[in-house]
């Protein structure tokens, strides 16, 4: 069973810049791949980012890709997205998720478990 706490959200002019952070809870943290998907109203939900469990494979969205980066600390049990040049469009609830795999990937299905979320929105 892994818990996921994630905080760092807020309001943000768009160009500035915003890093979250997500705490799981478990022993066997740093055996899974840690992902970061999104959510915009009535919109459905869409992979950011993902970091396989050593931190050595990282994947992004095209749409995010050179602005956003994906990081982890095994032993603060803690995965990070450091979010640059935001813009309105990257307005959304926040997710981080865990898949037990250890691999990454950007399909929802094959993460186990999910935090709650948190909200970034990004004013023009």
């Known amino acids: 069973q892994v818990q996921l706490v994630e905080s760092g959200g807020g309001l943000v002019q768009a160009g500035g810049s915003l890093r979250l952070s997500c705490a799981a809870s478990?022993?066997?943290?740093?055996?899974?791949?840690m992902g970061w998907f999104r959510q915009a109203p009535e919109k459905e939900r869409e992979f950011v980012a993902a970091i396989s469990w050593s931190g050595g494979r990282k994947y992004y969205a095209d749409s995010v890709k050179g602005r956003f980066t994906i990081s982890r600390d095994n032993a603060k049990n803690t995965v990070y997205l450091q979010m640059n040049s935001l813009k309105p469009e990257d307005t959304a609830v926040y997710y981080c998720a865990a898949d037990p795999t250890g691999w990454g990937t950007s399909r929802k299905s094959s993460y186990d478990y999910w935090g709650q979320g948190t909200q970034v929105t990004v004013s023009s």
């Open positions: 478990g022993r066997t943290f740093s055996s899974y791949a």
